[in-house]
């Protein structure tokens, strides 16, 4: 079965870079059928989805957040990244990998079927 | 942007009991919605998916209904292992956008 596995420094200083990894085994990032997700955590907003990204590098954002992150797919290694810049600690919170399983027709919505364990980052100097 | 709204914020009920968890959506968003479960320390769960379909693995005392902007998430039979925190989350195609509702708190009474 399909396993995603987030890596990346647990601690970022204010105005810097966040940036985050997912591994993805069990599966192949270059399914045609799904997208790769970024979606936090905070204390301040709960479940926020960041944005996701298609094999193809096709890559869709939240508009609140659009300025200022960048997801990314490396089929070779069977892995997708998160960059967020200039973060805050409104940026504070667990950030979660996960698979969103999209459409198999124009109505429809099959929800996100395979999350990471999830990775808390904190920004403080 | 796409907003959910989630009610009752925490609901106390027993093991056994029928648990009706709402979600409203500020425009329509056909039956692209979702519902997931959420324990501490750990990732959110699917458990329906396309407003009525249990995902894979899901027992059947969960079921979904609606479509539009109301729609519910139905616990039949609570088991101790229920109890846990449930989101709602939509999907739009244009513009294309996620968005999850503010979650309920389902505790024991």
């Known amino acids: 079965q399909v396993q995603l596995q987030e890596s990346g420094p647990g601690l970022v200083k204010p105005s810097e870079t966040l940036s985050l990894t997912c591994t993805v085994s069990?599966?192949?990032?270059?399914?045609?059928?799904?997208?790769w997700s970024w979606i936090r955590q905070t204390p301040g907003k709960g479940l926020e989805w960041i944005g996701y990204?298609?094999?193809?590098?096709?890559?869709t954002y939240n508009p609140s957040l659009k300025s200022r992150v960048a997801i990314s797919v490396d089929t070779s290694n069977n892995q997708f990244s998160l960059r967020v810049r200039s973060v805050t600690a409104a940026d504070t919170g667990v950030y979660f990998c996960a698979r969103d399983a999209g459409a198999t027709s124009p109505l429809n919505y099959n929800g996100v079927d395979v999350w990471g364990q999830g990775t808390t980052v904190t920004v403080s100097s | 942007e796409i907003v959910l709204t989630q009610s009752p914020a925490t609901l106390s009920l027993s093991p056994g009991e029928r648990a009706t968890l709402s979600c409203w959506a500020s425009q329509s968003v056909g039956t692209s919605l979702a519902w997931y479960q959420q324990k501490p320390g750990q990732a959110p769960r699917l458990l329906i998916y396309d407003a009525s379909n249990r995902a894979t693995g899901i027992p059947a005392r969960f079921s979904g209904s609606g479509s539009g902007t109301d729609f519910s998430l139905t616990i039949s039979s609570l088991e101790p292992e229920d109890f846990a925190v449930y989101f709602c989350?939509?999907?739009?195609?244009?513009?294309?956008?996620?968005?999850f509702g503010q979650g309920t708190r389902l505790e024991i009474k």
């Open positions: 990204i298609y094999y193809t590098g096709s890559s």
């Open positions: 989350q939509q999907r739009s195609k244009w513009p294309p956008e996620i968005t």
């Open positions: 069990g599966g192949s990032v270059s399914s045609g059928s799904h997208y």
